[in-house]
């Protein structure tokens, strides 16, 4: 195997909003930023549409930020990290715009903010109506670009975090190019930095990029890191139904804008369910949808009266696809469907980014920071991402670093010799797997659901054993989602459950789990459920 070996200080798996903050903010440092396609393209930061809660109007104020998210969080979220993040947000803003983004303004210079869901004030700041997230990464790769202490290897898969003895010696992966043949990569370094992104390609139905399959979690939990809060998936109310793969995001700005809720009765069926109709959490539009969508109902945003002509203006993205589909939103119902959008578990960190693993830090999406406890609110999470982003390259920089010196280990490079032996194509199980999600442990799960999605999973490792790293991973990932949705006998935010439709305060807690745990976990419900029983049999 001939591979290119790098020695970074620090490694950053991923290059979204979090992992390029981070890279920026650790100058003089080396760094070496990996992305698995080239820079910018398929990340979850670059397609976000809405932008950056931020309480910059006058008459809004960090604390009533702090409370909408508190709120929102359903009890769950640690109030100092939240504090932290909502505090930092002006800064952010104007880090952003120093740097050359352009943020959508008034005439006399302030910002034009959107309004989303479960915000009590007006407070998206973002850029060319829906397009924030393309702006954003547009001013932070050029800044990159011109950072001579960041490497940039692009089109690089990770496979696994080199790990002996409770150290990090770096990662190893290789060029996702097949015409670079046994082109392999090994990037030494004592500190690691996830900013991988999400799962929602483990979900049938996703507003996130399919790359984005959870494969930070597995990173982390294949060396033993501690995972908190992995059952809290989040579903964007609104996912344009066009039939693609992944689904076209309809931001939440458009109903922030007037824009209505209606199945094909023309009923706006969030009229009495909440007092802020359609601008109630995204939980519980979640939920109404989906209860439309089981009655046999189809539903739709109605744009035409509140937001009409200005459309294609106000959401020029949106409105691209929906000329593809031959639809006009200011004359015509947009067709929606609920989707995996975000996660809110992930890899545990404490406030500095520092997981359970010496060495490895987390943040953006594979991070579970505690600042969205049980439900999300919306924009935050690129916000979180730049601060945590920020935070973590101040803290890295206070450790000591050792010297890099070629040291690769030939059991590193055996392992992985093993592990990417057998490389044929698992496509159909991952398929298998991702349906099986999306049905059984989607917006609303029960008992029978969680350990039907089980069964399957057990199966498809079982006839796909070892055809694939990737396929391995989401397994892995979904494992962990389904221990904590069976552990979590309660609702709470976006963990639905049918069969214990209310909250419980018993569950004012985090569901911690590992590697170590996960085996005992499943092994306990093993011994409880047969799994040849007939109802789990017929799906
Ligand atoms: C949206 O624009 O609706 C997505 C915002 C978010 O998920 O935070």
Redo the contacts with the bound molecule.
């Keep these: 195997m001939t591979e290119q070996i790098y020695t970074p200080d620090v490694v950053i798996v991923g290059g979204g909003v979090a992992g390029l903050t981070v890279a920026l903010n650790l100058a003089p440092r080396k760094v070496c930023v990996i992305t698995k396609s080239s820079l910018g393209v398929n990340t979850s930061s670059s397609w976000?549409?809405?932008?950056i809660?931020a309480s910059v109007d006058k008459n809004d104020s960090n604390e009533i930020h702090l409370n909408d998210t508190l709120k929102t969080a359903k009890g769950l979220a640690n109030e100092s990290v939240v504090r932290k993040i909502v505090s930092e947000s002006a800064n952010v803003i104007r880090d952003l715009e120093n740097i050359g983004v352009q943020f959508d303004k008034n005439p006399d210079g302030s910002f034009n903010l959107?309004l989303?869901?479960a915000h009590s004030h007006k407070r998206?700041v973002g850029s060319k109506g829906?397009s924030?997230g393309i702006e954003i990464m547009r001013g932070l790769i050029n800044e990159v670009k011109q950072s001579p202490h960041i490497t940039i290897l692009e089109n690089v898969s990770i496979d696994s975090i080199m790990h002996e003895d409770n150290t990090i010696y770096g990662v190893i992966g290789r060029f996702t190019d097949k015409n670079i043949p046994n082109n392999h990569v090994v990037i030494q370094s004592s500190h690691i930095v996830l900013a991988t992104g999400g799962l929602g390609g483990i979900f049938a139905n996703t507003?996130n990029p399919r790359s984005s399959y959870g494969e930070g979690i597995a990173l982390a939990a294949q060396i033993g890191a501690t995972l908190t809060d992995m059952e809290f998936v989040?579903f964007?109310p609104?996912g344009l139904d066009f039939g693609l793969d992944p689904t076209p995001?309809?931001?939440?700005?458009?109903r922030g804008a007037g824009a209505h809720l209606v199945n094909q009765n023309n009923e706006r069926f969030m009229l009495g369910v909440h007092p802020e109709v359609e601008l109630a959490p995204?939980d519980i539009i979640a939920q109404n949808i989906f209860q439309q969508i089981d009655k046999g109902n189809s539903v739709f945003l109605d744009c035409r009266n509140n937001i009409g002509e200005h459309f294609e203006t106000q959401f020029p993205q949106v409105h691209s696809y929906c000329v593809k589909a031959e639809l006009d939103p200011s004359k015509d119902l947009m067709p929606i469907i609920p989707v995996a959008?975000?996660h809110i578990g992930g890899v545990k960190t404490d406030l500095t980014g520092r997981t359970s693993v010496e060495g490895l830090w987390c943040c953006g999406e594979v991070a579970a920071t505690g600042v969205h406890g049980a439900n999300?609110?919306?924009?935050?999470?690129?916000l979180e991402a730049l601060v945590f982003g920020k935070i973590v390259a101040v803290e890295i920089n206070k450790q000591p670093f050792k010297q890099q010196v070629e040291v690769v280990s030939s059991s590193f490079i055996k392992t992985y010799k093993e592990k990417t032996r057998s490389k044929i194509r698992a496509k159909k199980f991952i398929w298998q797997l991702r349906s099986t999600m999306m049905r059984n442990l989607g917006i609303v799960r029960n008992q029978d659901s969680i350990i039907r999605g089980l069964r399957d999973l057990i199966r498809i490792e079982r006839e796909a054993r070892g055809l694939s790293a990737k396929l391995n991973d989401m397994i892995l990932v979904s494992k962990f989602i389904i221990v904590g949705a069976l552990k979590r006998t309660e609702s709470r935010g976006c963990h639905l459950r049918f069969d214990y439709p209310n909250e419980d305060n018993n569950f004012l807690k985090h569901i911690d789990q590992s590697q170590e745990t996960l085996q005992k976990d499943l092994n306990s419900f093993l011994l409880e459920i047969d799994l040849t029983e007939e109802k789990f049999v017929a799906n």
């Design positions: 976000s549409q809405a932008g809660a959107g989303e869901g998206i829906d924030s507003t989040q964007h609104t995001l309809a931001t939440e700005a458009i995204r959008h975000y999300r609110l919306a924009s935050n999470s690129l």
